[in-house]
């Protein structure tokens, strides 16, 4: 597994599989969701006086789209198979097999998928110049870049406790 480039001070290495599961739906799931399409609005509408931004705004709007995407087979499919091989582990219980053999197949997706936006992200960091606004502009560009900024650190994130944590405990479990 490729390693993934982030650094914390939040101890994920310590917490429970469980645990990160829950942070990884409640926190990150939830966020691209609500901080997502509501930046991707802002963008669409800045891109209107901004031409500069209309890439941008397309590709995030992508990855809003793809992202949601991406959450619903971790939380319809994914994680629910990984609660319950955490569960029979804690308890000393047996486990079902995962209906298509392996979590290996749905963990390669999901890395790839990681893998796409990471790309995705780092054009549009490139495109905006680091998430730099033009001098002069305007606190709701500014602010706007600001939020990708920090929509991509907390999509780092995201790829860092699933890739490196979650993903090769679960594959431990199985």
């Not at 480039?5 to 691209?32: A, G």
């Not at 308890?91 to 790309?119: K, R, T, V």
Request: charged residues 25%; hydrophobic residues 40%.
């Amino acid at each position: 597994m490729a390693q993934t480039s982030f650094q914390t001070t939040i101890p994920f290495q310590s917490w429970d599989l469980d645990l990160l599961v829950d942070y990884v739906l409640k926190f990150h799931h939830r966020n691209i969701r609500r901080k997502g399409e509501d930046l991707a609005v802002r963008l669409n509408a800045l891109a209107g006086s901004h031409p500069e931004l209309n890439r941008v705004a397309d590709h995030f709007r992508n990855s809003v789209a793809d992202l949601d995407m991406h959450c619903q087979k971790e939380e319809n499919i994914l994680f629910p198979y990984i609660i319950d091989i955490f569960n029979a582990a804690e308890y000393g219980q047996e486990h079902a097999p995962f209906h298509c053999g392996s979590i290996q197949f749905p963990i390669n997706a999901m890395m790839a998928d990681h893998s796409e936006e990471l790309e995705r992200h780092e054009r549009i960091a490139e495109l905006t110049n680091d998430y730099t606004a033009p001098e002069g502009a305007e606190p709701e560009y500014v602010q706007a870049l600001a939020d990708l900024r920090q929509f991509r650190n907390n999509l780092l994130e995201h790829v860092y406790v699933e890739n490196e944590i979650i993903f090769p405990r679960a594959l431990m479990l199985e």
